[in-house]
């Protein structure tokens, strides 16, 4: 597990930090080939998440941006507060190929046992309990998990903070 996914687990809300890192290691298991796994997001503040909102409605995203689409691409249909990131109970991921290039590839199988390295993870993740990004109905976000009985941000900004500001369940 590298440095920069050692450091967005930390950051994680403490109940899922021990068990998304048992996930990295098992993906990273699983992906005997030139694949490794590495968490891109963790726990998001509330300006972060308002700063990605606006990403292609209120500010510019080079991203797509087109003469059809001058705004460029929408990041997330989520605002400040209505983000499982802004809890600490959601991770997106992408796979670090031989220890330096970055692939969202979903479909290439780089240790070559016949399973897209992608899904290996998906799989991985869902035995722990978390739901993936790809399986929803809309805005499909591919490199997103969030933690089951965790991912209703309604429920989660109802609750209370602790001292260092994670909700308390």
């Not at 967005?8 to 809300?13: D, F, P, Q, S, W």
Request: charged share 30%.
């Amino acid at each position: 597990m590298d440095i920069p996914t050692q450091n967005r687990i930390a950051k994680l809300h403490p109940l899922v930090r021990e068990e998304v890192a048992k996930i990295i290691h098992e993906c990273d298991i699983a992906l005997t080939g030139r694949a490794k796994i590495r968490i891109t997001q963790g726990l998001r503040t509330f300006k972060e998440q308002q700063d990605l909102y606006a990403l292609g409605r209120t500010k510019v995203n080079p991203d797509g941006k087109s003469l059809k689409k001058p705004m460029g691409n929408k990041v997330t249909n989520a605002k400040a507060g209505q983000s499982i990131h802004n809890y600490g109970f959601a991770v997106d991921m992408v796979l670090i190929i031989d220890g330096k290039n970055v692939s969202w590839n979903t479909t290439k199988d780089w240790d070559n046992d016949q399973v897209a390295d992608w899904y290996e993870c998906v799989k991985i993740f869902a035995k722990h309990g978390w739901e993936w990004g790809g399986n929803w109905k809309t805005f499909k976000d591919l490199p997103h998990f969030d933690k089951k009985g965790y991912n209703s941000w309604q429920k989660l900004s109802k609750l209370k903070l602790d001292k260092n500001g994670y909700v308390m369940l």
